[in-house]
């Protein structure tokens, strides 16, 4: 009894801490106590991965030959699902397989718009499941030498039903261009597209959604089936909305964006 009490006044402590820093601090910059709060009290551990909601727009609708540029997007949208589970792995959480996903998938007959909104409790009635985890590619824009992507991330309790993560995140590589405007290989994605046995265009598309996917997941809180689960509770959250841009340097460069901003290059225009 001594020990469940004093579990319990744990999970207040920490319900008490994430409340007040939201109340100081906002969704901008928050404290992981409080951004992720519904992580810390229900400490879920099986997360399942949606397979991706894939909203762009191929140029085959308007331009059949322009078989480059849908075959890069295709390959980029598969990887981009297919380097999720890594991070989330790192973090401890048990993932469920693509197999079995796309299996529970087939038996889902609900909109994208519904599963963000409805119950999710017949997930963990039926598989276990304590988290479901949706991501959506709005949008992906070429601009002066540059990838755009438009990603959103949203994982949702199948106990609760509330969002215990909701992240818009506009995607950004700079690719140097040559006189002929065509894109030049630098060394690293000369290097991933070895690798990855990928062309030029591909690889850098690639390289990019796996960045941002550990860039937004290695961010959440450590499996409470590890000893670091409440380490970094107080260390700064990833802001709600992001440009991530991966510059020719070769690092990362993130500042905040407002929803605006980001529905002006998912939506807009489509």
């Known amino acids: ?14 319900a008490v801490a994430a409340t007040l820093l939201l109340a100081l601090t906002g969704c901008k910059g928050a404290k992981k106590a409080a951004a992720y709060q519904d992580i810390y ?8 991965m949606m397979p991706t909601f894939d909203n762009v727009k191929r140029h085959e609708e308007k331009y059949p030959k322009d078989i480059v540029f849908n075959n890069e997007i295709n390959t980029a949208n598969h990887f981009f699902y297919e380097t999720m589970a890594a991070p989330l792995i790192a973090k401890g959480y048990y993932v469920i397989g693509p197999v079995a996903s796309e299996q529970i998938a087939a038996n889902e007959t609900r909109t994208p718009k519904q599963l963000a909104y409805g119950d999710l409790k017949a997930y963990g009635t039926l598989y276990g499941i304590d988290a479901v985890l949706m991501t959506t590619l709005h949008n992906w824009q070429e601009e002066n030498g540059k990838w755009i992507v438009y990603i959103e991330y949203l994982l949702r309790s199948a106990k609760t ?6 992240k818009w995140v506009k995607a950004v590589k700079q690719v140097p261009l040559n006189l002929k405007k065509d894109p030049v290989m ?13 062309d030029n265009g591909t690889a850098q598309r690639c390289f990019l959604v796996e960045k941002v996917n550990d860039y937004v997941l290695r961010n959440m809180p450590t499996s409470s089936t590890r000893r670091q689960f409440e380490e970094d509770l107080y260390k700064k959250s990833n802001s709600t909305y992001v440009q991530y841009t991966w510059n020719e340097e070769g690092s990362a460069d993130v500042r905040n964006i407002n929803l605006e901003d980001f529905e002006q290059g998912a939506f807009v225009g489509e």
């Open 186 to 198: 630098m060394k690293e994605d000369k290097d991933y597209a070895t690798v990855m046995q990928m």
């Open 41 to 48: 009290e229900e400490k879920p551990v099986i997360i399942y």
């Open 1 to 14: 009894m001594k020990h469940i009490a004093m579990k319990n006044s744990t999970l207040i402590a920490i």
């Open 161 to 166: 039903g509330n969002d215990m993560m909701h």
